[in-house]
């Protein structure tokens, strides 16, 4: 039940969080959506028991990748920055309380419907989404294409310090 | 009521929807790489989603390699709209016409 709850105020935080990436004027504000949609899907990894993606998809996703983002908006001095000094309380309680109302919405009618068919089984996901368990795989099965991505990482790193490096005139 | 694989499957092709709309609508190239990033998430939620249901590791590990794909990709991208801004000083992806002529 909780998780259920969970999955619906998450899913449409995730989907507003989406739209507001889209129609944003600021790049800032846009890249800022698209972080708090990120966190939402680390939090469904979370209501599907797979621990090891939600924390990787935090500190990926919305620690390294979106502060890039961020530091290269800044960078071109695209947009100016917003007005950190008076944070919109009023926005964000009625952001939240959007949310809420449009989960609840969702959930009855879901839940009046009723189009359930096979539930995932909890205790298999739950051990399957473990880090143990993915890494076990990752070693030994996967262990030759988990090199080449670290090839991959190293080339793309030289590559983007190569092409963003200024060319000498 | 039990939360099952439809629903999942249901957002992600929703968010998936909303990144081709974000990359065909936008001008901002930063935007459109956003939009990028938006649906390789919404198809790491399907992958989990799937593995989840199956009991297989395998598409978490496959997750695992798109997301390191989508640093990559991310951090050359950038790098590429930093050369071409130097260019052109523009974003704007109707104006950055390189192979025109």
């Known amino acids: 039940m909780t998780v259920s709850i969970l999955f619906f105020v998450l899913a449409a935080a995730a989907l507003t969080a989406a739209l507001g990436m889209l129609l944003s004027r600021n790049p800032v504000t846009s890249a800022l959506w698209l972080i708090l949609n990120l966190f939402c899907v680390a939090g469904l990894y979370l209501t599907l028991n797979a621990e090891f993606i939600a924390v990787i998809q935090v500190l990926v996703y919305a620690g390294a990748i979106m502060v890039l983002f961020l530091f290269v908006i800044m960078l071109l001095n695209l947009a100016s920055l917003p007005d950190l000094k008076r944070i919109e309380w009023k926005r964000i309680i009625s952001f939240m309380l959007g949310m809420g109302l449009l989960a609840m919405l969702t959930f009855i009618i879901a839940h009046a419907l009723d189009v359930m068919p096979d539930p995932l089984s909890l205790d298999l996901a739950a051990e399957t989404g473990s880090a143990s368990s993915l890494a076990k795989v990752l070693f030994t099965q996967y262990a030759m294409i988990f090199e080449v991505i670290g090839i991959l990482l190293l080339a793309a790193t030289i590559g983007a310090v190569v092409i963003a490096k200024r060319k000498p005139v | 009521m039990e939360i099952t694989l439809n629903w999942y499957l249901t957002l992600s092709a929703l968010l998936f929807t909303m990144g ?82």
């Open chain 2, 20 to 101: 081709v709309l974000g990359f065909l609508f936008r001008r901002n190239v930063i935007i459109m790489l956003m939009s990028i990033e938006l649906m390789l998430n919404s198809v790491n939620l399907t992958l989990v989603a799937l593995s989840q249901s199956m009991g297989d590791s395998a598409g978490q590990v496959l997750v695992f390699f798109v997301m390191s794909v989508a640093a990559a990709e991310a951090a050359v991208g950038l790098a590429l709209i930093i050369a071409i801004f130097r260019n052109k000083l523009t974003v704007d992806i109707t104006k950055i016409n390189l192979f025109k002529y």
